[in-house]
């Protein structure tokens, strides 16, 4: 079976400093990742995907991410935040398994100060 | 294109009680999957149907049940309600299988059980 853990419950960042975001996630076969977020009182929104290939993505909002097997991880970054990047951001595992269930984290709450 | 809805968007009930939550797809979307989003976590699977069939289930009990129409609508149906069942309840769609296909969320169902 498939986990996923958001080391940080909540990440304080000045406007326009980077930001990572941290998920680890642990399982016996293949994956896949996800990163999605939630803006405040919205559903939630596909910021990017691992399948294959690349294991740098480039998503929506000048997000990236990295999948790294032997770590493990696969930390969300962005060079430079904005006031409206405040938001909940979720990692997720899927198995490639024909296994259709996705295992989201707990979230991490991004705070942007001004 | 509309997006996925949602409806009712908030809901209050009462312990022992019985609920259907619907869900209309983006048009053209074959899937639908429910999770439940507990106040201060992450999404938790319930349910995936695709072409009307159901393909996932997650760990919720029976009293949780669901169905895809012809339409590719769906209904969630939750009896003999618990106070732990209170939610927001999200739904999701897609054009094929979760794992390969981007996931669009609707803004969910609020669910306060007294």
């Known amino acids: 079976a498939q986990s996923v853990t958001q080391l940080d419950s909540q990440v304080p960042v000045f406007e326009e400093a980077p930001v990572e975001l941290r998920c680890n996630y642990s399982s016996s076969v293949s994956v896949y990742l996800f990163w999605y977020v939630q803006y405040p009182n919205q559903g939630l929104q596909l910021l990017l995907k691992y399948l294959s290939g690349s294991t740098l993505v480039k998503g929506i909002n000048g997000f990236e991410a990295e999948f790294n097997k032997s770590q493990t991880s696969f930390h969300l970054r962005k060079p430079s935040v904005h006031i409206s990047d405040t938001a909940e951001y979720f990692c997720a595992v899927s198995s490639s398994n024909r296994d259709d269930k996705i295992i989201f984290g707990k979230g991490t709450r991004l705070h942007i100060l001004p | 294109d509309a997006g996925v809805t949602q409806s009712p968007t908030h809901l209050i009930k009462t312990r022992g009680q019985q609920v259907t939550l619907r869900c209309s797809p983006i048009?053209?979307?074959?899937?639908v999957s429910w999770y439940q989003q507990v106040l201060g976590q992450g999404p938790q699977f319930i349910f995936q149907y695709y072409e009307k069939e159901e393909r996932g289930r997650g760990n919720f009990p029976d009293r949780f049940s669901a169905r895809q129409f012809p339409n590719y609508s769906s209904e969630l149906n939750v009896n003999a309600l618990l106070l732990g069942d209170s939610a927001l309840y999200l739904c999701?769609?897609?054009?094929?299988?979760?794992?390969?296909?981007?996931?669009?969320f609707g803004p969910g169902t609020r669910l306060t059980v007294l």
């Open positions: 048009s053209g979307h074959k899937s």
């Open positions: 999701a769609s897609s054009e094929g299988t979760v794992l390969t296909d981007t996931q669009y």
